[in-house]
């Protein structure tokens, strides 16, 4: 919460969740671009030394169905947390490659619809894990076709995504659903 311009919203109700996917190469290009070799910290695990991601957890998150602004979702239910044990967040380095994203998540939004931390990256891993995710960048409307095709828990679905991203939703019983368009 503390570098966040948007705040924090613990009233508002949680009706279902979104998984939100980065294609890793299209956000370090981002990166590159903007910091050349000078890399944050925060970026530095997923971009640097040419390690190669493909599709990653960006986050889990918790949605208000009415919400019409990003600050109507909860947000930082628990306000600002202690730092999480490096242990716990090199389990989960693998889909969600940094542990300043880790935390942040887990802050931001994991805290307003898990009682710990392990059971909000379990449920990430656990969703991710039951995708078969494409390991190229595709444009819209191939990744939405690709994602269908390979998954049939999709088949049916209103998928979202924005430039690097891509957005899949779920009720309050982890079945997919269709998500809003904004």
């Keep these: 919460m503390r570098n966040d311009h948007i705040g924090q919203n613990a009233k508002a109700p949680?009706?279902?969740?979104?998984?939100?996917?980065?294609?890793s190469p299209g956000f370090c290009d981002i990166?590159?671009?903007?910091?050349?070799?000078?890399?944050?910290?925060?970026?530095?695990?997923q971009c640097g030394n040419n390690r190669t991601f493909g599709w990653v957890v960006h986050g889990?998150?918790?949605?208000?169905?009415?919400?019409?602004?990003?600050?109507?979702h909860p947000r930082f239910c628990k306000g600002d947390l202690p730092a999480l044990p490096k242990g716990l967040l090199a389990q989960y380095l693998a889909i969600s490659p940094g542990e300043k994203l880790l935390q942040?998540?887990?802050?931001?939004?994991?805290s307003c619809a898990f009682d710990s931390a392990q059971q909000?990256?379990?449920?990430?891993?656990e969703l991710f894990n039951a995708l078969k995710l494409p390991n190229q960048k595709l444009s819209r409307d191939e990744l939405f076709g690709w994602m269908k095709q390979h998954n049939p828990q999709l088949k049916n679905a209103y998928l979202r995504a924005s430039r690097n991203e891509l957005f899949i939703c779920y009720d309050k019983k982890w079945q997919v659903m269709n998500c809003q368009s904004k």
């Design 31 to 45: 990166q590159r671009e903007k910091y050349g070799d000078q890399l944050p910290y925060s970026s530095q695990y």
């Design 14 to 23: 949680v009706d279902y969740y979104m998984l939100a996917l980065s294609w």
């Design 104 to 110: 942040g998540e887990w802050e931001k939004h994991g």
């Design 120 to 125: 909000y990256f379990a449920k990430e891993q």
């Design 60 to 72: 889990l998150w918790p949605q208000n169905a009415n919400a019409r602004a990003v600050s109507d």
